[in-house]
């Protein structure tokens, strides 16, 4: 199974509003409403900040949105602060049959 | 609040079996509707799902590794382990251990640890 398809990097200046995209197949994220994101900053584990496509975890800024369309998921995040700056990734729920599940390739997003 | 921890040798012979325990503090293993799961990191790569075991009892792997891959849980212990058989480098990586409240949503992630496949 191939990695979701996301852009290597993104940037944005303080308030401002980025979008990163993660691309995938009709077998994963265009199939179920299982897609999440994660941050993760450099030397720290990841850390869960889209759910079920849309849902916020408790504590998660509503700066942080997640939609989808078709076989494309996003993240959006409004109002950059310099603590956004991380590596984003996505994750997708990818089969009934074989449990997969399958991340994207990741994003670097640099606020400037 | 739930707290993970991984354990284990950092450093793994080639052909060698790796392995490492997660240990749950700050709840119970054996409460129903998760899925205790292992996921690395290659150096300055992405991440990768490795595979997970749901409180029933059943595992689920990463295809391109299920040959290789054991998950298994003790409850006495409150801990899951992962075993990885036949290690080369390209298994060297971070390891997490994470919950999953759902398929794709790993809320709670251990710090991780380094494990180095090398002679």
């Known amino acids: 199974q191939s990695a979701l398809t996301q852009p290597r990097s993104v940037s944005g200046s303080p308030g401002q509003s980025v979008t990163i995209s993660c691309t995938g197949t009709?077998?994963?994220?265009?199939?179920?409403?299982?897609v999440s994101w994660y941050q993760q900053h450099p030397g720290k584990a990841p850390k869960l900040m889209i759910y079920?496509?849309?849902k916020r975890p408790s504590g998660v800024p509503d700066r942080f949105s997640g939609s989808k369309s078709g076989n494309t998921a996003s993240l959006t995040i409004s109002g950059l602060q310099a603590e956004d700056e991380a590596d984003y990734y996505c994750?997708?729920?990818?089969?009934?049959?074989?449990?997969?599940?399958?991340f994207g390739g990741g994003t670097k997003l640099t606020v400037l | 609040q739930v707290q993970l921890q991984e354990s284990g040798p950092g450093l793994v012979k080639p052909s060698q079996t790796l392995s490492l325990t997660c240990t749950v503090s700050?709840?119970?293993?054996?409460?129903?509707?998760?899925?205790w799961s292992w996921i690395r990191q290659h150096p300055g790569k992405g991440l990768e799902w490795i595979g997970y075991?749901?409180?029933?009892?059943?595992?689920y792997y990463n295809p391109s590794l299920k040959s290789r891959v054991t998950i298994s849980v003790d409850t006495s212990k409150n801990q899951f382990s992962l075993k990885l058989s036949s290690v080369t480098a390209a298994d060297t990586a971070v390891y997490y251990c994470?919950?999953?409240?759902?398929?794709?949503?790993?809320?709670?992630w251990g710090q991780g640890t380094m494990v180095t496949v090398s002679s």
């Open positions: 994470a919950r999953g409240e759902s398929p794709d949503a790993f809320d709670i």
């Open positions: 700050g709840g119970s293993i054996s409460s129903g509707g998760y899925y």
């Open positions: 075991i749901y409180y029933s009892g059943s595992t």
């Open positions: 009709s077998s994963d994220v265009g199939g179920y409403n299982y």
């Open positions: 079920d496509v849309s």
């Open positions: 994750c997708s729920y990818a089969g009934s049959y074989t449990f997969l599940v399958v």
